[in-house]
């Protein structure tokens, strides 16, 4: 089964797995130009994944249930909240990304491939359940 792990080891990816855990975080999202570099096929509805926990141990299952390329112009209020972060605005989702993309992701992505973040910045949005937990 492949493994999905949210953010860098440590409090950030503690706190998301743990999000994860209480169903609070159902959705992540990340620049479409990530997959691109990393050639990576996009998840499918259905596929079901491992919850690695800092320490890179499974800790839960999670299945896609939607997959969507957007632009970042179009995150809405119920995908910031779906994120299981406590972002109460688009204002305050896009901030935290972009600074997030900006200073761990913008570095290794070639800017031919990512191209500026900007409302047209393409970005992929997974939505899942959790399946169990271990």
């Not at 953010?7 to 994860?20: K, S, Y």
């Not at 994944?49 to 890179?56: M, P, T």
């Not at 839960?60 to 299981?84: K, S």
């Not at 935290?96 to 409302?119: I, K």
Request: net charge negative; charged share 30%.
């Amino acid at each position: 089964m492949e493994a999905v792990r949210f953010a860098f080891p440590g409090p950030d990816r503690d706190r998301l797995v743990d999000a994860v855990l209480k169903g609070e975080k159902t959705a992540a999202s990340s620049l479409l130009a990530e997959w691109l570099l990393d050639d990576q096929e996009l998840p499918a509805v259905g596929d079901r994944r491992e919850v690695l926990d800092s320490g890179e141990n499974p800790v839960a299952v999670i299945e896609t249930t939607a997959v969507d390329v957007i632009r970042i112009g179009d995150v809405d209020l119920t995908l910031a909240r779906e994120e299981g972060e406590g972002f109460e605005s688009v204002a305050g989702w896009r901030e935290a990304h972009e600074r997030f993309w900006t200073e761990e992701v913008m570095p290794r992505v070639p800017e031919s491939m990512a191209g500026p973040l900007n409302d047209d910045a393409k970005i992929v949005v997974v939505r899942f359940r959790l399946v169990s937990s271990t």
